[in-house]
């Protein structure tokens, strides 16, 4: 029986109708103005709990607390979709200040009510949190109460928010504006096209060494022609951030993003010292794929670019139809939610211009669906980016039954998610491989992965490291970021490349979110530790997919260190997790170079 054909565009009619001029969603947000404030009453008026009875108020709070947030949730998925799948769209950016003043207005309601969990007596907190009303949520407001209480006075915490409505997230937003103006000269058949960046970044994949190089000087060039204003950006963004630490006594700054990934440092310094440790079959590797392509060393265009004969495209279609076969090996519920995800549109794939570059997947968590973003050109990269958006999908999925608070998840564990279905579909496509050719061609596809996570993240994380440092003194100039960023990429790549990419700063969203601050260590985090699991569900086949999703179901209320203790038995701040871990993509890549002797 012919599967289904599969449209390349999402539906966001499903949610409010009429795109960014929908007179729905103008009322949803109307709603929201009326209620955020409503919220930020209660929040302040409810008294301190001082006995384990107050536990039923409390949990009337957080019911309301919840309605909202879901909401808001909503909102912030329906306008990031909007700006994704058309950059100049104008109203989906007015759209998205609307829903950033809100959600300042709905963290200061949150934060009042944080206060009020900080008053609590410490004597009292362990009855209140055990009572019946609220035992399922011991650790979320635990965890609110003791990050409350590392922040300064809520008048304070109030006023921060208030001021990165038009200060903090605003020069997020100038970047996002920034990025829809950039466009990179192409020619083809004599004709100059102007490609959006997504588009031009899907050249770097091209077989023909000319187009790479020709679309990499453009690309430098064109983020070049606007790295000035991209350092401005990068500069107050971050300035912004550091004043903030600096203000609620936070020496380190990565302080923030272990606590929001809910990660010890030891556990992050042990997984760079062991990447750092093994990446020589890595650079083996690199020079290997520089003699393969006839060139004494890699340049930074050829990394994604496939090794032999003609590119293996595939149509959306075939795609789609190839993840579907392979998850089907993996377990029953992950086959049918995704065949649900593409029968019903969430998936934005089409190859187009204005769109924004990248991926993502969003959750619209009041109508327990979820939206995944791409542009699909049929390279085995654009295959294993929709499974890996799959991933993040059936991980919000997998949540449903989970009370609200407990599913807010941290980006570490969220990459597990994702990085675990790109394993599924990369490791079968290799052993299913129809010729040796396709075989070495979807292998090396999987080195580039572990090249781009132990390698290029390893790049990000050490400019940024180095560049906030340097930013505590004071503004960091073009000249010297791009030094900084060349730096960092010569340590990450051991030096193995020919030539780098010194403006990757200003053409990578993930320096300028202002959501999570450092979007790059839970990547590797997450592809190592997604290994692991991977390991155990070879081992036990379909069985493994339940305790696969219990996992899943507990990534929102533990720390990473107890989560992979009760659900795989390892110590994450000890080396051997990881060892065996970064063992399983050096073999890989002792497979790739026993392959191309």
């Known amino acids: 029986m012919k599967a289904a054909t599969y449209a390349e565009t999402w539906d966001l009619d499903v949610f409010f109708e009429g795109g960014s001029k929908s007179v729905a969603f103008k009322k949803y947000l109307e709603e929201l103005e009326v209620d955020v404030p409503s919220f930020k009453v209660q929040a302040e008026s409810i008294k301190v709990p001082q006995t384990k009875e107050d536990s039923i108020l409390l949990g009337e709070v957080l019911e309301k607390f919840q309605g909202i947030a879901k909401r808001m949730r909503q909102a912030g998925a329906f306008v990031g979709c909007l700006q994704a799948q058309d950059t100049n769209d104008k109203h989906a950016s007015v759209l998205r200040g609307k829903v950033t003043q809100l959600s300042s207005q709905f963290q200061n309601a949150l934060a009042a009510f944080d206060q009020k969990l900080v008053q609590v007596d410490d004597a009292v907190w362990p009855e209140l949190v055990n009572a019946d009303a609220l035992t399922e949520l011991k650790f979320a407001l635990t965890e609110r109460r003791n990050r409350a209480k590392n922040k300064l006075q809520m008048e304070q915490e109030t006023l921060i928010n208030a001021l990165s409505v038009d200060g903090y997230h605003a020069w997020g937003q100038l970047y996002d504006t920034l990025v829809s103006k950039v466009k990179i000269p192409y020619k083809e058949d004599d004709k100059v096209h102007e490609l959006s960046v997504g588009q031009a970044a899907n050249k770097f994949s091209s077989a023909d060494r000319s187009v790479r190089k020709s679309v990499f000087e453009e690309w430098e060039k064109a983020w070049g022609s606007g790295a000035d204003l991209f350092a401005h950006t990068l500069n107050h963004l971050s300035g912004f951030r550091l004043n903030v630490y600096e203000k609620r006594g936070?020496?380190?700054?990565?302080?923030?993003?272990?606590?929001?990934?809910?990660?010890?440092?030891?556990?992050?310094?042990?997984?760079?010292?062991?990447?750092?440790?093994?990446?020589?079959?890595?650079?083996?590797?690199?020079?290997?794929?520089?003699?393969?392509?006839?060139?004494?060393?890699?340049?930074?265009?050829?990394?994604?670019?496939?090794?032999?004969?003609?590119?293996?495209?595939?149509?959306?279609?075939?795609?789609?139809?190839?993840?579907?076969?392979?998850?089907?090996?993996?377990?029953?519920?992950?086959?049918?939610?995704?065949?649900?995800?593409?029968?019903?549109?969430?998936?934005?794939?089409?190859?187009r211009p204005g769109k924004a570059p990248g991926g993502f997947c969003t959750s619209f968590t009041e109508s327990d669906q979820s939206r995944i973003f791409m542009t699909f050109s049929g390279t085995p990269s654009n295959i294993a980016t929709l499974a890996h958006e799959l991933g993040h999908a059936f991980h919000q999925h997998a949540m449903a039954g989970v009370h609200p608070l407990n599913r807010n998840y941290a980006m570490n564990v969220a990459e597990t998610a994702s990085t675990f279905a790109e394993m599924i579909v990369a490791d079968a496509s290799v052993k299913k491989a129809k010729s040796d050719d396709e075989r070495l061609a979807l292998l090396e596809d999987k080195v580039q992965r572990s090249v781009a996570l132990l390698m290029n993240i390893h790049g990000r994380f050490l400019f940024e490291t180095s560049f906030y440092e340097e930013r505590k003194k004071g503004i960091v100039s073009t000249e010297r970021i791009n030094q900084l960023m060349e730096a960092a990429q010569k340590e990450a790549y051991c030096d193995a490349l020919g030539e780098y990419h010194p403006h990757f700063w200003a053409s990578k969203l993930h320096f300028y979110i202002t959501g999570v601050p450092f979007y790059n260590f839970p990547y590797t985090f997450g592809y190592l530790f997604s290994l692991g699991i991977y390991a155990k569900a070879l081992e036990e086949g379909t069985a493994f997919e339940e305790k696969y999703i219990a996992l899943l179901k507990d990534t929102g209320s533990m720390q990473v260190e107890d989560l992979a203790m009760k659900h795989l038995g390892v110590d994450l701040t000890k080396e051997d997790f990881w060892q065996k871990a970064v063992q399983l993509t050096v073999q890989d890549v002792e497979e790739f170079l026993e392959a191309t002797k």
């Open 250 to 351: 936070w020496d380190d700054v990565l302080s923030e993003p272990l606590e929001i990934n809910r990660m010890k440092r030891e556990t992050l310094d042990v997984m760079w010292k062991v990447i750092s440790e093994n990446k020589q079959p890595l650079v083996s590797y690199l020079k290997r794929k520089a003699d393969l392509l006839g060139v004494e060393k890699l340049s930074w265009y050829d990394l994604d670019a496939p090794i032999g004969g003609e590119e293996a495209k595939v149509s959306y279609q075939e795609g789609a139809e190839f993840i579907l076969d392979q998850f089907s090996h993996f377990g029953e519920e992950l086959t049918s939610f995704t065949k649900k995800a593409f029968e019903n549109r969430w998936i934005e794939a089409e190859d």
